[in-house]
């Protein structure tokens, strides 16, 4: 299972942003679909920014609650993340993850390529 990322870029603070992330593939199930984001290239781990179950269920990380709107539309494969009000602490790389079954029902674990976003003061 492929991901596909997509709507980054370039903001002044207080702008927003929409990111969106298609999944392709052998697509059995979409379970648990999610938002992280890697500060810099050197940072070996991402931190969690939001997360959606296939229930709806949602967590946001506290940094990014009332300001990020994470959806996703199982019709289309794909999620969200609407980013308003934005800081130059949001700065970073941002990867959507999505975890289920393949036609196979082997489970599969994908990470999108990730997608630039910076935010200038």
């Known amino acids: 299972v492929q991901l596909q990322a997509s709507g980054g870029g370039s903001v002044q603070a207080g702008g927003s942003l929409t990111l969106s992330c298609v999944a392709s593939?052998?697509?059995?199930?979409?379970?648990?679909m999610g938002w992280y984001r890697q500060e810099s290239r050197r940072q070996r781990d991402v931190d969690v920014v939001?997360?959606?179950?296939?229930?709806?269920?949602?967590r946001y990380a506290d940094f990014v609650r009332g300001r990020f709107t994470i959806s996703r539309d199982d019709a289309k494969n794909a999620i969200y993340l609407q980013m308003d009000s934005l800081n130059w602490k949001d700065t970073g790389v941002y990867y959507c993850?999505?975890?289920?079954?393949?036609?196979?029902?082997?489970?599969?674990?994908?990470w999108g390529q990730g997608t630039q976003v910076t935010v200038s003061s």
């Open positions: 593939g052998s697509i059995l199930t979409l379970n648990d």
């Open positions: 939001a997360t959606i179950t296939k229930d709806g269920s949602i």
């Open positions: 993850n999505a975890r289920g079954r393949s036609e196979n029902t082997l489970p599969y674990n994908s």
